[in-house]
């Protein structure tokens, strides 16, 4: 499978701090899907880009795709207790329907 | 809209034995996945199904895993016989399959403790 890393694999922050992880491959993406998991959860969807350059906003979320669609990252503005969880990127090469997941950033957040 | 149905929940079973997960996608959805996570790791595809065809089973161990999705809705994994490395939350995914719109959707998993 493809390889896509994820930095960095562990984040402990302040509340209040900000927060970004970054996914990188070595070769042009389709595009890259981004998901939340919360501990003992499952993966929840949180967005999708596709054009180079683009970037995408939800909330205190910010996510961009690189011009060269190589990389990707999501940064959360101000930190909250509820941002808690591992966040990964899934990137896919050929065609929209085939995505590999990275290891993942797990972000701990301190009151 | 209900989500995607995984059953059992929890599993703990003997190195070489048998087992089978359940997945019920969401209504509708076309593309069905099988993820293994380790603990620690992210979700490894598995295999991917476009109604009951495969699309994708390169990182399916064949010589004990395989996994059917018979009409093209609910799909069974099966384990057989079961290693000590199989250890790990196997999630089930659907998505849509239209461009421009593939979010896919999990269901709470699979925990598989080997023993």
């Known amino acids: 499978g493809q390889q896509v890393m994820q930095i960095p694999q562990y984040q402990h922050v302040q509340e209040g701090e900000d927060f970004t992880t970054y996914c990188n491959s070595s070769?042009?993406?389709?595009?890259i899907q981004w998901y939340k998991q919360r501990p003992g959860g499952h993966p929840v969807f949180l967005i999708q880009?596709?054009?180079?350059?683009e970037v995408k906003k939800q909330k205190r979320l910010t996510f961009q795709f690189g011009e060269a669609k190589k990389n990707s990252s999501l940064h959360i503005t101000a930190t909250q207790t509820t941002d808690v969880g591992t966040y990964f990127c899934?990137?896919?090469?050929?065609?929209?329907?085939?995505?590999?997941f990275g290891s993942g950033t797990k972000l701990n957040v301190k009151p | 809209e209900a989500g995607v149905a995984q059953s059992p929940r929890y599993k703990i079973i003997e190195k070489r034995q048998s087992v089978a997960f359940w997945c019920n996608p969401i209504?509708?959805?076309?593309?069905l996945y099988w993820y293994q996570q380790i603990l620690g790791q992210g979700p490894k595809l598995l295999i991917q199904?476009?109604?009951?065809?495969?699309?994708?089973d390169s990182q399916l161990p064949k010589d004990r895993f395989s996994a059917e999705r018979l009409k093209g809705v609910d799909s069974t994994l099966k384990i057989q016989p079961a290693k000590l490395e199989d250890s790990a939350v196997y999630l089930c995914?659907?998505?849509?399959?239209?461009?421009?719109?593939?979010?896919?959707?999990f269901g709470q998993g699979t925990r598989l403790t080997v023993v």
């Open positions: 995914a659907s998505s849509l399959n239209r461009i421009m719109n593939t979010e896919a959707f």
């Open positions: 070769t042009t993406l389709s595009n």
């Open positions: 880009l596709v054009k180079s350059g």
């Open positions: 899934a990137a896919s090469l050929y065609n929209f329907n085939k995505f590999y």
């Open positions: 209504s509708g959805h076309a593309t």
């Open positions: 199904f476009q109604n009951n065809g495969v699309v994708d």
